[in-house]
């Protein structure tokens, strides 16, 4: 079983950086596909990147632009780079994993593995 584990979360002022980290405990497989959700406190949890097995990106409105997902093979890790933040960018952040037939970052299905989350804050 894979598991994930994100870091690199924290306080960041609004037009700030931070970088996430999701490493995985084992080799992801070269058909995974990878990606970022997030879940601010009284909402849904919401895809905000995804990345195929070859490099492909994609993003929600809301960050397109602002925050780049990227991945090392060789480590087996996951990054989201997150620039010009926002308050509205606050919440849990998680990154999960699944074969690349059955993930849309869009839809955070229970099948996926998820990592535990980190919290980003972003204050005005």
């Known amino acids: 079983q894979v598991l994930l584990l994100e870091s690199g979360g924290g306080s960041a002022q609004a037009g700030g950086s931070l970088r996430l980290s999701c490493s995985a405990s084992?080799?992801?497989?070269?058909?995974?596909?990878m990606g970022w959700f997030r879940q601010a406190p009284g909402k849904e949890r919401e895809g905000i990147a995804g990345?195929?097995?070859?490099?492909?990106?994609k993003y929600a409105d809301s960050v397109k632009g602002r925050f780049t997902v990227s991945k090392d093979n060789a480590n087996n890790t996951l990054y989201l780079q997150m620039n010009s933040l926002k308050p509205e960018d606050t919440a849990m952040y998680y990154c999960?994993?699944?074969?690349?037939?059955?993930?849309?970052?869009?839809?955070?299905?229970?099948?996926?593995?998820w990592g535990q989350g980190t919290q980003v804050t972003v204050s005005s």
């Open positions: 990345i195929d097995s070859d490099g492909n990106t």
């Open positions: 084992e080799y992801i497989r070269g058909n995974d596909c």
């Open positions: 999960a994993a699944d074969r690349c037939s059955y993930f849309q970052y869009t839809d955070p299905r229970d099948r996926y593995y």
